[in-house]
């Protein structure tokens, strides 16, 4: 087992100790992702948030919980075995009363370390993952919006461009594995003759999947095509969606699709994302899901 690193527990200790529980929380979370930070004794560290992500699909919430509070106490016997080395070996060596006094008060500030952190990251995250449409998301869906969800609830940041992203990618993985991969072999009923003719563009796109993957723009724009034409081909494209998706309304999401991308793209190439907007987004990306996810996804 590799000790936790002097520097980072020695950061940890002293924010638990003046009682800076937020930043104590910031800082064990990130040295918990980080892949070169090891194992301590009895505490499961996981090397980058998307072990975080699979740990947590095996073992569920309630684990997951318990599995924080592993991680606090093992801090605690660091920090408290640390600070048994620090104390005096001289004559003025401080009671055995005034040591359990220090130690409680140290347990104290940890056990209020790790409710808070329950509370701001553990909590939020039941509440999604109780939601329908969570047990539906694809696992690389399910990935996008952990890292999304954890950054805008837990992070202090001037610019909120990468959870835009986050969440973006999440309704594109969801958009290409449900629709346009199982599409691109439903289109090949049509004759090319009509394909040519109404949109020889899309069949390049779906002959072309193994070459490159569909962005986000293309997502986009093909769904609101299909929503503002009329080519039988377009046609065929909605219904093909409603048939497995939940009935939605169709104007509402072409609305939200073009805001989605436009902030999207901010994010994306220049500009500044501000929670509020990042938040918005959130809402918006997650109305989506609940929409087209809020009965079970037919397969055929």
Not at 202 to 224: G, P, T
Request: glycine share 4%.
């Amino acid at each position: 087992m590799h000790a936790m690193k002097k520097s980072v527990l020695k950061e940890i200790q002293n924010l638990i100790i003046k009682g800076q529980l937020e930043r104590a929380i910031s800082s064990l979370i990130e040295y918990c992702e980080k892949g070169d930070s090891g194992n301590y004794e009895e505490s499961i560290l996981l090397s980058t948030q998307f072990h975080i992500i699979e740990r947590k699909e095996r073992i569920g919430l309630g684990e997951f919980s318990q599995e924080i509070n592993r991680i606090a106490q093992a801090v605690l016997r660091i920090v408290i075995d640390e600070e048994k080395k620090s104390l005096p070996i001289h004559e003025e060596k401080e009671s055995s009363e005034s040591i359990d006094s220090r130690l409680i008060a140290i347990e104290t500030k940890v056990d209020k370390l790790t409710e808070l952190l329950k509370a701001q990251w553990v909590d939020p995250i039941k509440l999604l993952e109780n939601e329908y449409f969570w047990r539906h998301l694809e696992p690389g869906s399910k990935n996008y919006l952990y890292s999304a969800e954890k950054t805008l609830i837990l992070e202090d940041l001037l610019d909120f461009s990468s959870v835009v992203i986050q969440y973006a990618k999440t309704l594109e993985n969801e958009f290409i594995n449900k629709v346009f991969l199982p599409y691109s072999n439903f289109i090949q009923d049509f004759g090319q003759d009509e394909i040519n003719e109404y949109n020889g563009r899309i069949m390049k796109l779906m002959s072309n999947f193994n070459e490159r993957m569909i962005s986000f723009s293309d997502v986009v724009n093909y769904i609101l095509w299909g929503i503002k034409e009329k080519s039988n081909m377009k046609i065929s494209f909605m219904k093909f969606i409603e048939k497995r998706f939940s009935i939605i309304n169709k104007e509402e999401l072409a609305k939200d699709l073009e805001g989605i991308k436009d902030l999207r793209n901010r994010a994306a190439h220049v500009g500044v994302i501000t929670k509020i907007e990042a938040e918005d987004f959130r809402n918006k990306v997650l109305s989506i899901l609940k929409n087209i996810l809020n009965r079970p996804y037919k397969i055929k």
